[in-house]
Structure formats: C-alpha cells, structure tokens
C-alpha cells in the first residue's frame, strides 16, 4: 500500500542556514510523483517542488530542492538560507501512477519548521 | 491569473445539518480534488473530479459528496453532519498532475 513518512514531527534551524526534511515513501507502481508543500498558519497549501519517478535530476526550485534516492525510497527536502518567512509545517506528498492520470494524493504528517533569527 | 477560490472561509453548522462548499479552480484546469484535514487524522483524500466526471475516490462514507460543473468550478456536500466532520477542507486544481494548486481552504465547524 502507498504510504508517505515523515519522521521529524518538528525542525528548528538558525537563520541563513539550510535544512533538511525528510520523507520516504512506499509504493509498487513504478510510475508516481513526489510533492512537498508549505502550509503556514494561515492554512493554505503552497506548492513548493515536485519530482517525477523517472525524473533523472533531482527538482529543484529557487532556494527548495529534493534530494530523490529511488533506490531508498527517500525524497527530502533541502531549504537553502532559510529565512524567518518559511517557519510554516511542510507535508511530502506522492501521487501514483503516471503524470495526466489521477490526482489523488497521500501526505505524510508533516514536520513544523521553526527558523530562529 | 487568479489562484484557486474557495468560499466560504468559514462554517459554523450543528449536527444533523447539511453544507455545501464552493471550489473555483485556476482558469483552463479541468481537474479539481478535494481534501480533509484534521489534527487526528492529517490530509486525506476525499475525491477527484475532471471534466465533469468523478474518477476518484477516497475513504469516506455516503455523507460526502461532490460534482463538477461544465466551467470546472466544483461543489462538496455533507449530509448529516457529525461532530467529527469538523476540518479544514481544501481543494486543488490542476491541468496536468505535475503541479496541484491548492486553495486556500474552507474551515468547517460542526457544534
């Protein structure tokens, strides 16, 4: 069964520094994505990066990149120069199938960042 | 161009009665889901409509269900409504499935 983790149910990092989220994520279907979004407290979803499974570079988006190990079945999240602005809880996502089929997503349970000044 | 629109923010019902949520996807995309959120039980997947047509669902019972319009702008019902429906519920819209654009949530209290 699809399943997404994430095991650091909260982060802290000192600002201008970079951080990393983990996630790993179970499934048989060789053809998925891989999703991480912000969610401040506000409460809406920002889409942040995605990876495709046959992707052959790992995504990266301004200051976001995934780090993606297929073999280890791990898609974490590298936030470069954090700043205070990206204290927010942040869920890694995994669509299967392929890319223009379904868009059902399974989330991990989140990690909350903190970036101290 | 505009983000995706859900109304209204916020909800306040009592037990028994019934809602009807309003999602209006970005302009061009056919596909729109819906998603539950809750302290105890995360981001779960409710369903999928594209043009028109569900063509997936999630876990949930009878009470809960949905349409697309011809415009792709789409609508969730829940029937019945029991103290645990109370959540976030957020839709997503998306022309392809690389990117799910996510609006900004309905917050829905059940007394």
């Known amino acids: 069964a699809q399943k997404i983790t994430q095991t650091q149910p909260g982060m802290f990092v000192q600002e201008k520094e970079a951080v990393t989220l983990d996630c790993t994520y179970d499934?048989?279907?060789?053809?998925?994505?891989l999703f991480w979004y912000k969610q401040p407290s506000s409460g809406e979803m920002i889409f942040l990066i995605y990876?495709?499974?046959?992707?052959?570079q790992n995504a990266t988006e301004g200051r976001y990149s995934l780090n993606f190990q297929k073999a280890r079945k791990s898609a974490n999240l590298v936030i470069s120069a954090s700043q205070l602005g990206d204290s927010a809880m942040y869920f890694c996502?995994?669509?299967?199938?392929?890319?223009?089929?379904?868009?059902?997503?399974?989330f991990g349970a989140g990690t909350r960042l903190a970036v101290h000044p | 161009k505009a983000g995706v629109t859900q109304t209204p923010r916020y909800l306040i019902k009592t037990r028994g009665q019934q809602v009807t949520l309003s999602c209006s996807p970005i302009?061009?995309?056919?596909?729109v889901s819906w998603y539950q959120q809750t302290p105890g039980q995360g981001l779960q997947f409710l369903f999928e409509y594209f043009s028109e047509t569900q063509r997936n669902k999630g876990n949930f019972p009878g009470r809960f269900s949905g349409r697309q319009f011809s415009n792709s702008r789409s609508e969730m019902n829940v029937s019945t409504l029991e103290l645990g429906d109370s959540a976030l519920y957020l839709c997503?819209?998306?022309?392809?499935?690389?990117?799910?654009?996510f609006g900004p949530g309905t917050r829905l209290t059940v007394l």
């Open positions: 302009s061009g995309h056919r596909s």
């Open positions: 499934t048989s279907d060789p053809s998925y994505g």
């Open positions: 997503a819209s998306s022309l392809d499935s690389d990117e799910q654009f």
């Open positions: 996502a995994m669509r299967e199938g392929p890319s223009g089929g379904y868009n059902k997503l399974i």
């Open positions: 990876q495709g499974s046959y992707d052959q």
